[in-house]
């Protein structure tokens, strides 16, 4: 209930604790508890409010030995300046001291740089002197030792104070900086909630209020570990921060995908322009790219491929994970976290482990010989949890070893997913060339470039290898230019975007070789460009 302004009389302070915290994508729901005993004057209860709060949501409750009546609730906004004498007090005086050390070391800065201004001049003169006047060789090194070693030591000296000067002048602008705000303080902003109640009698009372704080969200983190078993663990994190200016200590933590700050109204549609490019824009863009890529076929490959592909001991007790109560309405997906999370009002980001599990997975490689000479590890994982996989970004760890990060979708139960793994060196792979041939003579007025490959393929694993071996042919952007896929060992079609793929499943310690012939034929008169093999 909510009412713009409580009737006025005897007020009473009602200490209360932070009891549950349900935490949004951009905001939290707080609840708060607190018992006092009422003597059957009381009209209003009053508690203080982080200034985050939307005091519109403000809502009260309540439960008690005798009958109580809530009249409703009003917000106050109060203000409230922190005392900063001492504070101040104690900054002047290490201004004053730090200023006195600057003093000290600028004084012995000048010192040292006169000594060695003299250094200086006495060596200019030696050397006139003994131009003039020679000398025996040991008298003349023995000067020369003294003034090089003088001068040594008073130039890393200066060196010193001068470092010294600097650290103290960072040191002093931090303090004024801070000076200054503190003889210009702002107010402290916080809201006082007033809830109006008729007393029934006397006896114990407790009060809830729940409110929505700003400046709270939480985010899907996973952590998927990955070993040879054919199982990939899943750590369902979230990552929860919030700097709503009170503390979160033991609280009953829950953590929704609602998106209450959407509204209740659909959104309006805008028109939809559209326009041409302008031909200078074309240009350019033709430019840049033609700079940056060696030939626009293999980026077009580039981009599909990223599309497609992608200890015993004794008995020691291991730690168990906080269980996690998950519940679906809708489309709307809650984490009741068990036991009592404390999350600061520090802005930083806290982890609070949901669920971890394992999931089956099938290992695969993929291998593109023609852009690396190594293979991909990828796993196919089904989700087998009776929840959605949330999007959000994973950490992928490989046998213990970080591999890398990810960003997760949107993944349904059952749903099938993969997780690329990086390099393994447990395949070898070999791509050569083994014919280049250009046609002497112009059949039917066309010039024709044969090309063969090699390509040779070591299990060096002590398991099974199931590959997927891409290779890529060049793909004409010309109707003019012809590309045909001789033959190939063993068999295969060009797919889209000239590309050809093997799969196979390569016992241990196994080697196949690949190998396949296209040619390319285009009229005499035109050059084409693109040919980097």
């Known amino acids: 209930m909510n009412s713009a302004t409580p009737p006025s009389g005897k007020r ?23 018992k006092v005993t009422l003597t059957g004057q009381e009209q209003e209860l009053e508690l203080t409010l982080p200034a985050s709060i939307q005091t519109e949501s403000v809502r009260a409750s309540g439960k008690g030995a005798m009958l109580v009546k809530l009249l409703g609730v009003s917000t106050e906004r109060l203000y409230a300046k922190e005392p900063v004498e001492e504070r101040v007090a ?9 200023e006195t050390q600057k003093r000290s070391v600028q004084d012995t800065l000048q010192a040292a740089q006169l000594q060695r201004s003299y250094v ?28 090089g070693q003088q001068y040594s030591q008073l130039s890393n000296a200066i060196a010193q104070q001068e470092e010294q000067r600097l650290e103290l002048d960072k040191q002093l602008i931090a303090l004024r900086k801070q000076l200054q705000q503190l003889n210009n303080p702002k107010p402290k902003e916080r809201f006082s909630v007033i809830v109006g109640i008729e007393s029934q009698g006397e006896g114990d009372f407790e009060l809830e209020v729940s409110y929505i704080v700003n400046r709270a969200s939480w985010i ?9 078993s054919n199982l990939v663990n899943l750590s369902y994190l979230a990552e929860v921060q919030q700097s709503s200016g009170e503390d979160w200590q033991n609280v009953a933590l829950t953590l929704s995908t609602a998106k209450p700050g959407l509204g209740t109204l659909p959104p309006k549609l805008h028109p939809w322009y559209i326009d041409v490019r302008s031909p200078q824009y074309n240009t350019r863009k033709r430019a840049r790219r033609s700079a940056d890529t060696p030939s626009l ?10 599309m497609a592909a992608a200890p015993a001991g004794g008995a020691l007790i291991e730690a168990e994970n906080v269980e996690t109560a998950v519940s679906r309405e809708g489309g709307v997906v809650t984490f009741q ?55 959000g970004k994973a950490n992928i760890f490989r046998d213990n070893m970080f591999v890398g990060t990810t960003q997760l979708e949107n993944i349904a139960p059952n749903q099938e997913f993969e997780l690329n793994l990086g390099i393994d060196e447990g395949l070898k792979i070999e791509r050569d060339l083994i014919e280049r041939q250009v046609d002497k003579k112009l059949l039917v007025n066309q010039r024709r470039i044969t090309y063969a490959y090699r390509l040779k393929v070591t299990n ?47 016992p241990p310690q196994a080697q196949q070789e690949f190998t396949y012939q296209f040619t390319i034929e285009h009229p005499p008169e035109i050059t084409v460009i693109g040919l980097d093999i």
Not at 25 to 34: E, F, I, S
Not at 220 to 228: A, E, H
Not at 339 to 344: K, L, Q, R
């Open 12 to 34: 009473t302070t009602v200490n209360t604790q932070i009891d549950a915290v349900t935490v949004y994508t951009d905001r939290a729901l707080v609840t708060r508890r607190g």
């Open 90 to 98: 104690n900054l002047e005086q290490q201004l004053q001291q730090l």
């Open 120 to 147: 200086q001049s006495i060596s200019e003169k030696s050397v006139e002197r003994l131009a003039r006047h020679p000398v025996n060789l040991d008298d003349t090194t023995q000067l020369l030792n003294f003034i």
């Open 220 to 228: 899907p983190l996973y952590d998927m570990r990955v070993n040879r």
């Open 297 to 306: 076929a293999e980026d077009d490959f580039d981009e599909m491929v990223m």
């Open 337 to 391: 976290v068990s036991g009592g999370s404390n999350i600061p009002s520090d802005g930083a980001p806290h982890k609070i482990t949901i669920f971890s599990d394992n999931y089956p997975c099938q290992l695969q490689y993929i291998a593109m010989p023609r852009l690396v000479s190594f293979a991909y590890l990828q796993a196919k994982v089904t989700n087998s949890a009776t929840g959605a996989i949330l999007p």
């Open 460 to 506: 060096l694993l002590e398991r099974e290898a199931k590959l997927k071996l891409i290779e890529q042919l060049p793909v004409s952007r010309n109707e003019q230019v012809k590309i045909r896929l001789n033959r190939s060992n063993p068999q295969i079609q060009i797919g889209e975007m000239g590309v050809v793929e093997w799969a196979i499943a390569l």
